[in-house]
């Protein structure tokens, strides 16, 4: 594999040679992942209380979650130790999700997230920290709007903005962390990597 040079910040990044600063001739990748935009899912949580040793919280057992607002549909993995919670997995995001709009609901930012103790002691807490399209920590996606209608953003700057009447099938060149209005149905908007 001649050209191609490793270790590279990403798992794959080649290098070609002779075509390097020259951007006419470079290769052109739009998308390598995809995934629907789900109006407030959660993507990280923090301030954890694990419970206490009355808790009886199992290693590697999955969890419901209640919260303190509307949000619904969010599991979560403990990784647990003497019965107290010390870590979790999201293993289901949650957020709105319109083909299950009575088991899912939209997260906000610092609502709090309890998982409820199977034994006698303390439940676990937590608070969302995030509702970010996944995996935009470093680089926000583009979007792809499948149905006509107005997209409110969050930039990577973190400036919101509306984009009003875009029309099906559009494709929004930007670099987006979140969306802020609602999708009517999964796969409305679609988040390009």
Not at 163 to 168: D, L, R, T
Not at 172 to 192: H, N
């Amino acid at each position: 594999m001649a050209g191609l040079q490793f270790p590279q910040f990403n798992q794959w990044e080649p290098t070609l040679d002779g075509v390097e600063g020259n951007f006419q001739a470079e290769p052109r990748v739009f998308v390598h992942n995809a995934t629907n935009v789900v109006l407030g899912n959660v993507a990280s949580l923090y301030r954890l209380f694990g419970g206490d040793s009355n808790s009886g919280f199992v290693d590697g057992t999955t969890y419901s979650t209640t919260s303190s607002g509307s949000g619904k549909g969010l599991t979560l993995k403990v990784k647990a130790s003497g019965g107290i919670v010390q870590g979790v997995e999201i293993i289901e995001a949650g957020g709105q999700d319109t083909t299950k709009p009575t088991t899912y609901s939209a997260y906000v930012i610092n609502e709090t997230i309890t998982i409820a103790s199977p034994g006698a002691g303390a439940d676990a807490t937590l608070r969302v920290s995030s509702i970010d399209i996944p995996n935009t920590e470093k680089r926000g996606a583009c979007l792809y709007v499948g149905v006509a209608m107005d997209v409110g953003v969050v930039l990577e700057s973190g400036a919101e903005v509306t984009f009003k009447s875009v029309p099906a099938g559009s494709f929004l060149p930007i670099l987006v962390k979140r969306v802020s209005s609602a999708p009517t149905a999964t796969g409305d908007i679609i988040a390009l990597y």
